[in-house]
């Protein structure tokens, strides 16, 4: 999360009169994260957070989100919940932006991964998989391989900026992905995070406690998922791959959901494609974050390694 929209106190109280959860004590914006703007809402009633949608995320598919979200945390799993307003609504407008405010989850992120973690963590995404099943309603994945494409062109110019000669060699990479990228129904399908990176997993006394950021979810590849997790968990120091980290992630997986032999052989151009998903994100944003904006901007290069590592280069 990040902070785009600036809210004063008033407009917050109007807003929080419209629900039944208290009276404003305190909030503060989050700087974490890069897509949406987030507050930490205090209220005589408890802790809050307060999401006004900004970015890549479009207002009429926020139900499916949020439906998502509930559907899950029926099924077991520890997720923010919607909170509804006086009305029954958990979707409004806030300084003209699609909001909603989840159920705060306490708990902590890992700062430092090692190999019990991302064992952990392999398990509750396979649970989180699992869990998805009853949720039937699908979201098209916004950010694949055919988004890749028009989103490097829209970079064109920049990469080489950031390092001389990487669009050519994105260029090539996403050919290559693009051409041995899997039928659609060549491998199961489900609800899958698509953006499960520590950051958005709370471990308490190493196990996992809670997951959060559900807006880049959707309806894809499950080993997709898998993926993305792979590539975000099992690099330190952003370059330096660790062997013992991803088998450790995958037992943790297979421990709760098997993959298939089809799964197992398209890993290798899965987790090309999720390297390229974040590098191609990462970069759009090192270009169009505006300036006054509360929020970090992540390295593009960090997953350029991964790639490279995933395409036998190192
Ligand atoms: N439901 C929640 N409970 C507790 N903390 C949260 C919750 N949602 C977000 N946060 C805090 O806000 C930070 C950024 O949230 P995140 O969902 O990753 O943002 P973004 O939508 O921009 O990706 C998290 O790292 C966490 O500290
Ligand atoms: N995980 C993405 C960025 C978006 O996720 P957030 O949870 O940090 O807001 C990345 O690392 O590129």
């Given at each position: 999360?990040?902070?785009?929209?600036?809210?004063?106190?008033?407009?917050?109280?109007?807003?929080?009169?419209?629900?039944?959860?208290?009276?404003?004590?305190?909030?503060?914006?989050?700087?974490?994260?890069?897509?949406?703007?987030?507050?930490?809402?205090?209220?005589t009633q408890g802790d809050f957070i307060?999401?006004?949608?900004?970015?890549?995320?479009?207002?009429?598919?926020?139900?499916?989100?949020?439906?998502l979200m509930q559907h899950l945390a029926q099924a077991g799993l520890t997720c923010p919940l919607p909170v509804n307003d006086?009305?029954?609504?958990?979707?409004?407008?806030?300084?003209?932006?699609?909001?909603?405010?989840?159920t705060f989850l306490p708990g902590v992120s890992a700062s430092v991964l090692d190999e019990g973690l991302c064992r952990e963590l392999g398990a509750a995404l396979a649970k989180l998989h699992l869990a998805g099943k009853g949720y039937s309603a699908t979201r098209r994945n916004a950010l694949a391989p055919d988004a890749w494409g028009p989103l490097l062109r829209s970079c064109s110019g920049t990469g080489d900026t950031i390092l001389p000669g990487l669009t050519s060699e994105l260029e090539q990479g996403l050919e290559r992905i693009v051409a041995e990228w899997p039928a659609k129904d060549a491998l199961p399908t489900?609800?899958?995070?698509?953006?499960?990176?520590?950051?958005?997993?709370f471990f308490r006394d190493g196990q996992v406690s809670g997951l959060i950021d559900f807006y880049f979810a959707c309806t894809d590849f499950l080993a997709y998922d898998l993926a993305i997790c792979l590539n975000a968990w099992t690099f330190t120091d952003e370059r330096i791959f660790n062997s013992a980290f991803f088998m450790a992630l995958l037992e943790g997986y297979e421990a709760v959901r098997p993959l298939s032999a089809a799964e197992k052989n398209a890993l290798p151009i899965l987790c090309q494609g999720a390297a390229m998903r974040f590098l191609l994100t990462r970069l759009y944003d090192w270009i169009n974050?505006?300036?006054?904006?509360?929020?970090?901007?992540?390295?593009?290069?960090?997953?350029?390694?991964?790639?490279?590592?995933?395409?036998?280069?190192h």
């Amino acid at each position: 999360m990040a902070v785009y929209t600036e809210l004063a106190a008033e407009t917050l109280e109007a807003f929080l009169a419209t629900y039944d959860i208290g009276q404003l004590v305190s909030f503060h914006g989050i700087a974490e994260g890069v897509e949406n703007s987030n507050f930490l809402l205090r209220t005589t009633q408890g802790d809050f957070i307060l999401t006004l949608f900004e970015r890549r995320v479009q207002a009429s598919e926020l139900p499916w989100f949020l439906g998502l979200m509930q559907h899950l945390a029926q099924a077991g799993l520890t997720c923010p919940l919607p909170v509804n307003d006086r009305e029954g609504k958990p979707l409004k407008i806030l300084a003209g932006r699609p909001t909603a405010i989840t159920t705060f989850l306490p708990g902590v992120s890992a700062s430092v991964l090692d190999e019990g973690l991302c064992r952990e963590l392999g398990a509750a995404l396979a649970k989180l998989h699992l869990a998805g099943k009853g949720y039937s309603a699908t979201r098209r994945n916004a950010l694949a391989p055919d988004a890749w494409g028009p989103l490097l062109r829209s970079c064109s110019g920049t990469g080489d900026t950031i390092l001389p000669g990487l669009t050519s060699e994105l260029e090539q990479g996403l050919e290559r992905i693009v051409a041995e990228w899997p039928a659609k129904d060549a491998l199961p399908t489900g609800q899958i995070h698509a953006d499960l990176f520590p950051d958005n997993v709370f471990f308490r006394d190493g196990q996992v406690s809670g997951l959060i950021d559900f807006y880049f979810a959707c309806t894809d590849f499950l080993a997709y998922d898998l993926a993305i997790c792979l590539n975000a968990w099992t690099f330190t120091d952003e370059r330096i791959f660790n062997s013992a980290f991803f088998m450790a992630l995958l037992e943790g997986y297979e421990a709760v959901r098997p993959l298939s032999a089809a799964e197992k052989n398209a890993l290798p151009i899965l987790c090309q494609g999720a390297a390229m998903r974040f590098l191609l994100t990462r970069l759009y944003d090192w270009i169009n974050t505006p300036a006054n904006a509360l929020v970090t901007r992540k390295d593009p290069l960090a997953y350029l390694w991964r790639l490279r590592h995933f395409q036998g280069r190192h």
